[in-house]
């Protein structure tokens, strides 16, 4: 079907050019922007809530949430003590750069050092849209098992940071970490990773630790 | 965007018909069809699995496999005991009514009674494309949390088969099984419910009974 292709083509392209123009608002303002993507119920509200909490006092953090319906998600952020700011896709399988480019102008950038973009829980739409973030951050979790790179190559390929959730679980499911990260590495080898549980707060600290660096790295080049 | 939406709807217009065309073969040879969907790593292949070797010398059965990539899946259902047909969507999000066509030409129908059809992992797109088959069947998994029919409605809307998958892990994760029950009856009031473990074996009898059952409707019709 060319014409649906053409179609598609046209859309992406547009996509591309707002999500530069998203880019451009958060580079002016200092702020560093991640793109949250996972598998309904792998935990990114769940992360959203210990990065809040944890740098509370140290970042100035808001989060735009995309989910299909309800606010749940912004609900849960905003009592962690973010700014959230929630877009209901009514239907749509993935954020794209004009839904975050509208939820942008509901925020003061210029009072922000981080901005978390909670995606919608979805392994394979959201990674064909830029929104305009520095980092594409995935969630992976033990219960969904080893065998997940594999299917879902083009969400392990375009990310550069990984996070394995749910690690207290690994007792009572049948998991294969070496078969995980070997399937990680053959589509994005060296890829920044981290195994974290955020119902123990089991290593967490390391990503904190990467995101104040990365967030005091989007200050520099603004300043 | 019309011209966007013009194009969708003429998409699902196609599909919709090439569907009744794949329900007309089923029906002719009496063969039971289920579309099975659910987030990645809720157990589809687990649930396969189980039923395949469960019903073995009761019922012949097949299963076609929708997959991004890999044919794992599909090696599974056949070390298993079923006939099975690997469909790999090459970065679609969701099987629609031309592929299973398409592998339904690969199969004897006439040697078969049960057809189950493994969808893409994706709580989105996959409620949108109807196949064909006669019953819609979603897997939750205890560990994605009790808020996703609340968050998916348009997936725990459109199906009239629910199993709760993984209740072995109840205790060791936060999950409201009240909450959860009580998203779905106001989506999808008296839906069919099997709360089960492909780990333990729990509450799966009452799956395959009700699989059975189904099954011996659809050669009556056929008769």
Redesign the interface.
């Known amino acids: 079907?060319p014409?649906?292709v053409a179609?598609v083509e046209n859309?992406l392209g547009a996509n591309d050019r707002l999500a530069d123009e998203n880019r451009a608002r958060l580079d002016a303002a200092g702020v560093l922007g991640l793109n949250l993507m996972a598998?309904?119920?792998a935990g990114k509200t769940s992360l959203i809530e210990h990065t809040v909490r944890a740098l509370a006092g140290r970042l100035r953090l808001a989060v735009i949430d995309g989910?299909?319906?309800?606010s749940?998600?912004a609900d849960r952020a905003a009592a962690a003590g973010a700014t959230a700011v929630q877009i209901n896709t009514g239907?749509e399988?993935h954020l794209d750069a004009v839904m975050v480019q509208g939820a942008l102008g509901q925020l003061d950038l210029t009072g922000l050092d981080l901005l978390i973009v909670e995606n919608?829980?979805?392994?394979?739409?959201p990674a064909s849209f830029r929104l305009g973030t520095h980092h594409s951050v995935l969630i992976a979790?033990v219960?969904?098992?080893d065998?997940?790179p594999?299917?879902?190559?083009?969400m392990y390929r375009g990310v550069d940071v990984l996070l394995i959730n749910?690690t207290?679980?690994l007792p009572?499911?049948t998991f294969d970490m070496a078969r995980f990260r070997q399937g990680v590495e053959i589509l994005n080898p060296g890829v920044r990773t981290f195994a974290v549980s955020c119902?123990t707060g089991e290593g967490l600290p390391a990503w904190l630790d990467w995101v104040q660096a990365a967030a005091a790295e989007g200050r520099r080049g603004a300043a």
Request: aromatic share 8%; charged share 25%; hydrophobic share 30%.
């Open positions: 079907m014409q649906r179609v859309i598998s309904p119920g989910d299909i319906a309800t749940l998600d239907g399988c919608v829980g979805n392994l394979v739409c979790s219960p969904e098992g065998d997940k594999y299917k879902y190559p083009g749910k207290d679980l009572y499911v119902r």
